[in-house]
């Protein structure tokens, strides 16, 4: 029995996702995301949260779509502003533990 030519047609593998291709479509990304990310980390004074935003960076790179270059800015900007709200609550929450046991301090030397 013939295999039918629309089949054999249907389940060709993508020429986008060959291993050859996908080297450098990933460089091309990785690169792209560097140009995102280079203007966010040079308003960061914080080595960590750099470091925090780096990998966020990275996690959204990992959403590799069908269409990366269309995602990839804006799936960038959600995880780096989500990264940028839990720093600011996390510096919150040290502030406060900080400002709370210089008070109870101050108290208890008064």
Not at 13 to 26: D, F, H, M, V, W
Request: aromatic share 4%.
């Amino acid at each position: 029995m013939l295999a039918d030519p629309v089949l054999e047609r249907r389940f060709e593998p993508n020429p986008l996702l060959l291993t050859s291709r996908r080297g450098a479509l990933e460089a091309q990304l990785e690169q792209l995301k560097e140009r995102l990310l280079e203007p966010i980390l040079n308003s960061v004074e914080s080595a960590a949260l750099a470091q925090e935003l780096r990998r966020v960076a990275n996690e959204a790179l990992a959403w590799f779509t069908v269409c990366p270059i269309l995602v990839l800015p804006t799936l960038l900007e959600e995880k780096v502003r989500s990264a940028l709200e839990w720093w600011e609550r996390q510096e919150s929450i040290r502030h406060r533990e900080t400002g709370g046991s210089e008070t109870a301090q101050t108290t208890a030397s008064a």
